[in-house]
């Protein structure tokens, strides 16, 4: 994985330990998680395991969700990546996933959008998949949203952890270079 990735206003880089304290207020924040089934954070030791975690998906699959800096003030501003779903979601095992999560202050910019232009193509092109999958729950209409504008093709719903969620695909011969 060649990183960091640059956009026109975003740094996509590895998560690290230092990126503590801004993963702990991403995912304590309820407005932020309402939509992804957890509850908020309210121990830091929960980011540390989450962490832990994202490094390990880093070092066995070569992939992870990545920390999104703002350019011009080189403030965390959430995550975004390509992640490898290693446990059956939707049915679905061993494929790529695109996922994304930010600070409130920083929603409405078009960072979700922008990042993951990148991330899917750091998936299409660097990891060669032929397609990348997304899932967003029926409510979140933003998410919905961005999903649709970058291609992807809802095909259907499935409960995950209870929620009812949009199962999106992109298959490659459909992704617009950006």
Not at 5 to 16: A, S
Not at 107 to 134: M, P, R, V
Request: charged share 30%; proline share 2%.
């Amino acid at each position: 994985m060649k990183l960091p990735i640059i956009t026109e206003r975003l740094i996509l880089r590895k998560i690290t330990s230092a990126d503590l304290d801004d993963l702990f207020l991403l995912d304590s924040n309820p407005e932020v998680v309402k939509y992804v089934g957890i509850k908020p954070f309210t121990k830091k030791e929960e980011t540390l395991h989450l962490i832990e975690c994202l490094l390990n998906q880093y070092e066995k699959n070569g992939t992870g969700r990545l920390s999104v800096i703002e350019k011009e003030t080189k403030k965390f501003t959430g995550w975004s990546g390509i992640k490898l779903f290693t446990e059956k979601v939707n049915g679905f095992k061993n494929v790529y996933e695109l996922g994304y999560r930010f600070l409130p202050e920083f929603w409405g910019k078009g960072y979700a959008t922008e990042s993951a232009k990148a991330s899917l193509g750091l998936g299409f092109n660097q990891f060669h998949a032929d397609k990348i999958y997304a899932y967003a729950d029926v409510e979140n209409q933003t998410s919905n949203y961005i999903l649709t504008k970058l291609g992807f093709e809802n095909k259907g719903t499935f409960l995950d952890k209870g929620d009812k969620c949009n199962w999106y695909e992109l298959q490659k011969i459909n992704y617009e270079s950006y």
